[in-house]
């Protein structure tokens, strides 16, 4: 019996227009009459399996790209103490117990943030992992000390103590936290006596979709794109955007009415070369967003590490609303990266008074705060929480929190960040374009054949 299988309407409708193929085209390449308006709830069309992959060759894809998502996206998900606990498993390195993992919730397909029990003793150097591509956020959540190793050779920018937080006044901002660059191997152990766990985010990096596709490339095209881009961060994208739009030195400085040798000092590696307003001339001669152009300002160490002790935090402490908020680690270079400590001490029930443009993760640390949030149906659910209870909040979900209690956030902007932002910052008509993309089903305008 040929199994049944279900093709997601939107995306078939997206590669349909995208591929300039009809309804009447499918028929004559596949033998397949489509039928667009006879599909299920939700938007998905059953078609047999040897009908799908038929489908899929003639739209030039593979057949996963037509398969249907995970389903709608729930407002939140919560998490007790207890079922974080079930996730536990225990990790072996350098021939010990060297971790306890815990991961805490998210949609299906989603990354999460996990805790980690560090149990590589303080008497024996933490044997490093090999590094990773997805940036992570790090936060020492106690209540003991941790030393922090990322590096063959014991220095002081490899081989750190992220501190747990003993100042009264102050409990609920908890420990050090870090900001950890691609491929940085990386490792700990304990600094004392005192147990301790950390919170960490290992985060979706926006180089994966890209490095994914160059798996494919020629070896020599990698090693061209890799040596082009090692020229330097500005004048990298200089050079790859003139070589693009067929402009050399001569041609641009009188083109873009700059001299000559500033953008050949800029193609050099000088930063200053170009002042913002010539970077403004140049990006609209050659078609880019001039602020690529710009010198990235990056807030890290000579290892790639951006850090924020908890003094730092204590003295970023504000109002927010009817929060107490304090800052973790965060830096321009990983902008999708956000961590925030969130005290909360107000008995009435809480206004729907959070709002993020990204997914949340909530970690409760201290005191029994009470969550509400905002479901799709439009009611409003409340769930009580204790320490360790952890919450996952989806984008544009208005949410907040009651009761007296002490959390910690994260998010990574998966699916909606830094590059969307960048995008929709572009987007011609954006709410009309905005508007017709959600659940699109129209076609681009053709006749059906008579």
């Not at 995970?70 to 939140?76: K, L, M, S």
């Not at 990354?111 to 992992?129: S, W």
């Not at 479901?375 to 209870?389: A, F, I, S, W, Y």
Request: charged share 25%.
């Amino acid at each position: 019996m040929t199994a049944t299988v279900s093709v997601d309407l939107y995306k078939l409708m997206h590669w349909l227009n995208a591929r300039k193929l009809t309804p009447d085209h499918v028929l004559d390449l596949t033998g397949i009459k489509l039928d667009l308006g006879a599909g299920e709830a939700g938007g998905r069309l059953a078609l047999p399996e040897p009908e799908l992959r038929r489908l899929a060759a003639a739209l030039d894809i593979a057949p996963a790209q037509l398969a249907p998502g995970a389903g709608r996206t729930p407002a939140a998900i919560f998490q007790s103490r207890a079922e974080t606990e079930a996730t536990r498993r225990a990790v072996r390195r350098d021939g010990i117990h060297f971790y306890n993992y815990y991961s805490l919730p998210a949609p299906s397909g989603h990354i999460a943030p996990v805790i980690l029990d560090i149990l590589c003793p303080a008497d024996r150097l933490p044997q490093l992992n090999n590094g990773h591509l997805e940036p992570a956020i790090t936060v020492n959540i106690g209540p003991g000390d941790i030393h922090g190793r990322w590096g063959t050779e014991i220095t002081e920018l490899n081989w750190a103590v992220l501190r747990a937080n003993r100042s009264a006044g102050h409990e609920w901002i908890i420990g050090d936290s870090y900001l950890e660059p691609s491929y940085r191997p990386h490792s700990y152990s304990l600094a004392g006596d005192e147990s301790a766990r950390i919170i960490s985010y290992t985060a979706k990096s926006n180089l994966h979709a890209l490095l994914t596709l160059a798996n494919d490339w020629p070896d020599g095209s990698y090693d061209r794109f890799v040596a082009d881009w090692s020229a330097g961060d500005q004048a990298a994208m200089l050079g790859i955007a003139m070589a693009r739009r067929a402009y050399g030195p001569r041609a641009l400085a009188a083109a873009a009415d700059v001299p000559r040798d500033a953008v050949e000092r800029c193609l050099a590696g000088d930063r200053d070369a170009l002042d913002t307003a010539a970077l403004r001339r140049v990006g609209a001669l050659l078609g880019v967003d001039h602020r690529l152009l710009l010198p990235p300002e990056p807030l890290h160490d000579e290892i790639g590490k951006t850090w924020c002790t908890i003094e730092r935090g204590i003295a970023s402490v504000r109002e927010f609303g009817g929060y107490r908020a304090a800052s973790m680690a965060g830096a321009p270079q990983l902008p999708d990266l956000v961590g925030l400590y969130l005290a909360v001490d107000r008995e009435e029930r809480a206004p729907l008074d959070l709002f993020d443009h990204g997914a949340s993760h909530f970690l409760v640390t201290r005191g029994t705060p009470t969550a509400w949030w905002t479901e799709p149906d439009g009611t409003v659910r409340e769930q009580p929480l204790v320490p360790d209870d952890s919450l996952w909040v989806a984008p544009c979900v208005a949410h907040g929190f009651s009761g007296a209690g002490a959390l910690i956030k994260l998010g990574n902007g998966e699916g909606y960040g830094y590059l969307e932002h960048l995008e929709l910052n572009h987007t011609v008509h954006r709410e009309a374009t905005l508007r017709r993309a959600r659940r699109d089903r129209a076609d681009w305008g053709y006749e059906p054949a008579t």
